[in-house]
Every structure is written in structure tokens, then in C-alpha cells.
């Protein structure tokens, strides 16, 4: 059965690179067709979805998020990481992530569900001076 572990600074000062990384057990993060994803709940609002890095390798960003976000892997230790630049106390969030079959990732990406995939149990990060 498949685990993944967020880990990260839980404050980070506005202007400054949020960065998580994903630490997963129990399956390979290049094993076919899983998409890695990352997504975020901000206080009192929905979840969004933020980016995948897939099992080839290849990734996509939300459009809202792209030029601010990048998402990276190391197959070594089967680990994936967020790095979210220039962050605001709107990126204030619960960052989850999560492991997405391809039969699945269209929905996550439009409409995030946490009865879809294998999740992280989630890390909080604040976005505060």
C-alpha cells in the first residue's frame, strides 16, 4: 500500500520560496501510469489543485500557478518536491500531495476530491513576517 509524507518549513516569510518535498513508500513514483500531484486548501475555502510531476517525468501547472511554481523528482529517493516562489499570506494553506491514476488526473486537476488517489495527511504552511 502506498504512503506519502509531506515535509517542509511550516512558516515562510512573504517573498521567500516555499519549498515541500513528498516522501513515498511502498511504490515507485516512476511506476506507470501514476501522476504525483500537489494541491493546497487555503482557511474556509475548497481545494486546488496545484501541479503534477508524472511517472515520465514530464509536468503541468495550474495556469493561476504556472509562472510561480515548479515541481520537481528524485527517482533516487523516490521523492517529489514543490518549490512555490515569491509566496503571499494568500498562499496560506493546508499543501497536500497525492498520488493520481491517469484515469483520474483530469478530475483532481478540475475538481480536486480526497476520495480520489492516495493522499498525504497534509502540512500546514503560513505565510507570515
Known amino acids: 500500500q502506498v504512503q506519502l509524507q509531506e515535509s517542509g518549513p511550516g512558516l515562510v516569510k512573504p517573498s521567500q520560496t516555499l519549498s515541500l518535498t513528498c516522501t513515498v513508500s511502498g511504490g515507485s513514483i516512476t511506476t506507470k501510469y501514476y501522476y504525483w500531484s500537489w494541491i493546497r486548501q487555503p482557511p474556509g475555502k475548497g481545494l486546488e489543485w496545484i501541479g503534477y510531476v508524472a511517472y515520465t517525468g514530464s509536468t503541468h501547472y495550474s495556469p493561476s500557478l504556472k509562472s510561480r511554481t515548479s515541481i520537481s523528482r528524485d527517482t533516487s529517493k523516490n521523492q517529489f518536491t514543490l518549490q512555490l516562489s515569491s509566496v503571499t499570506p494568500e498562499d496560506t494553506a493546508v499543501y497536500y500531495c497525492?498520488?493520481?491514476?491517469?484515469?483520474?488526473?483530469?478530475?483532481?486537476?478540475?475538481?480536486?476530491?480526497?476520495?480520489?488517489?492516495?493522499w498525504g495527511q497534509g502540512t500546514q504552511v503560513t505565510v507570515s513576517s
Open positions: 497525492a498520488r493520481v491514476s491517469e484515469s483520474a488526473i483530469a478530475t483532481m486537476i478540475s475538481r480536486p476530491r480526497r476520495d480520489f488517489g492516495s
